[in-house]
């Protein structure tokens, strides 16, 4: 199975983007999937999460208020909901899939995207 994230692109601080990601294969048994992003020199960091049968979600600090994750379970997509960026938020997203409890826990999912650039400019 293949996660393919799609939306990134080049904004201005301040602007918004969403991305969303979409399993090769559907439907997509999953307990929970996610966003995570990498900036150059920095290591992988957890973004948000969503259970995907109870729909809770989890978002990093550093992004709470700004971006929202969300689900549309009928297309097993999830979306990232990026909205007054920052340049600080610029860096290569990735969607992730958790195939059990604890790995979604413990942010360590077991499916992973191949990444989505985002840029923001100052």
């Known amino acids: 199975v293949q996660l393919q994230a799609s939306g990134g692109g080049l904004v201005q601080a301040g602007g918004s983007l969403r991305l969303s990601c979409a399993p090769s294969?559907?439907?997509?048994?999953?307990?929970?999937m996610g966003w995570f992003r990498q900036s150059p020199g920095k290591e992988r960091e957890f973004v948000a999460r969503i259970d995907w049968r109870l729909g809770a979600t989890r978002h990093a600090d550093s992004v709470q208020g700004r971006f929202s994750i969300s689900r549309d379970s009928a297309n097993s997509t999830v979306y990232l909901q990026m909205n007054n960026l920052e340049p600080e938020d610029t860096a290569v997203y990735y969607c992730?899939?958790?195939?059990?409890?604890?790995?979604?826990?413990?942010?360590?999912?077991?499916?992973w995207g191949k990444g989505t650039q985002v840029t923001v400019s100052s």
């Open positions: 992730a899939a958790a195939s059990t409890r604890t790995r979604y826990a413990y942010n360590n999912p077991d499916y």
């Open positions: 294969v559907r439907p997509f048994s999953t307990y929970g």
